[in-house]
């Protein structure tokens, strides 16, 4: 299998690979949570666990990516179906992250 056919393949799955690490690395060194906060909501419980969390779900989502990507090159439909449930799971990791360190506003308002 070509290089182009590969890219032609998994060429979206390994680009959200780099952007899900991409913004895990960013996170990881600016400790800021604000690009997963929204203005309106209030201060968070603890920023830097929050920023912890948020980290380490970005790394399962950028794994997640590439193996939809090693995936993809055998079998298109289970490439399909463990994206779904890595995207069911994160955003289980998410909610529970926002429950447990994220801002009482948001916690009041659901």
Avoid: Q
């Amino acid at each position: 299998m070509s290089f182009s056919k590969v890219l032609e393949v998994a060429g979206i799955p390994l680009l959200m690979c780099a952007a899900c690490a991409y913004f895990a690395f960013r996170t990881h060194l600016s400790k800021d949570p604000g690009m997963f906060v929204g203005k309106a909501s209030g201060p968070l419980k603890n920023k830097e666990e929050y920023c912890k969390g948020a980290v380490r779900n970005l790394i399962f989502m950028a794994i997640a990516s590439l193996l939809m990507g090693i995936l993809l090159l055998f079998d298109p439909f289970m490439g399909l179906l463990e994206i779904v449930g890595a995207t069911i799971i994160a955003g289980i990791l998410w909610r529970d992250l926002n429950k447990r360190y994220g801002s009482e506003m948001d916690v009041k308002k659901k």
